[in-house]
């Protein structure tokens, strides 16, 4: 167990749709990262968040956004869904910030947009 | 062309043998290298963790990198069953943050 807690497993929902998809990060770790997992594009970073404020940026459509509360649990929303957002969405956090190397994943969030 | 480029495989060999995994990348920037490992349906659990060029060995688990031809390596020796896995390359540079992934070599270890 990694520490890092995400909701729900599973999602399955209809194009055009909006989706919100919750992570936990481990007790203490104050940066978290969001990924797109597909079967033909491998682990995409989509965005980072440190201590509540946006570090980084990846391939995130403009149809998706997160943000990271002062709890420190983060959120990925994903809105005017389409077939090719079906997907496996992990979350990961790490204590450090720059962070060279180890992220601890979550268990993700399997998403079907039909 | 892709930052990391990494053979999907699959791979199978049979218990014990010892198995190679690669990755090739584009940037010469990258300074930090990983190798994840993924069950079905869990997420990635790093496995190990290199800085810069040279080997690293941890248990039946070593890994190489070689920053003047961009690649890099996992070796499984007396690979087990349980060691069936997908496993994921990464990298990033200096300034971190920013993790490039390989996209997976499926690996089955038959008993």
């Known amino acids: 167990d990694s520490g890092v807690t995400q909701t729900p497993k599973h999602l399955i929902t209809a194009t055009g749709q909006r989706v919100t998809l919750r992570c936990s990060p481990r007790?203490?770790?104050?940066?978290v990262y969001w990924y797109q997992q597909s079967l033909d594009q491998g682990l995409q970073f989509l965005i980072q968040?440190?201590?509540?404020?946006?570090?980084a940026k990846g391939n995130i459509l403009e149809r998706f956004s997160a943000q990271q509360f002062p709890d420190l649990h983060s959120e990925l929303n994903l809105s005017s869904l389409e077939l090719g957002d079906s997907a496996l969405y992990f979350c990961?956090?790490?204590?450090?910030?720059?962070?060279?190397?180890?992220?601890?994943f979550g268990e993700g969030s399997r998403l079907t947009v039909l | 062309q892709k930052e990391v480029e990494q053979d999907p495989g699959p791979l199978s060999v049979p218990e014990g043998a010892i198995v190679s995994l690669n990755c090739t990348y584009s940037n010469s920037a990258f300074q930090y290298f990983m190798w994840y490992r993924q069950y079905s349906r869990k997420g990635p659990e790093l496995l190990m963790y290199?800085?810069?060029?040279g080997n690293k060995e941890d248990g039946r688990f070593t890994a190489q990198v070689d920053k003047s031809s961009k690649y890099i390596s996992l070796f499984i020796r007396d690979s087990q069953p349980s060691d069936s896995a997908t496993y994921l390359c990464a990298m990033s540079a200096a300034t971190g943050n920013q993790f490039y992934f390989g996209t997976g070599t499926s690996l089955t270890v038959i008993p």
């Open positions: 290199t800085y810069s060029s």
């Open positions: 007790s203490g770790d104050l940066s």
């Open positions: 968040y440190y201590n509540g404020e946006e570090r």
């Open positions: 990961a956090s790490s204590a450090l910030d720059p962070n060279t190397g180890e992220l601890f």
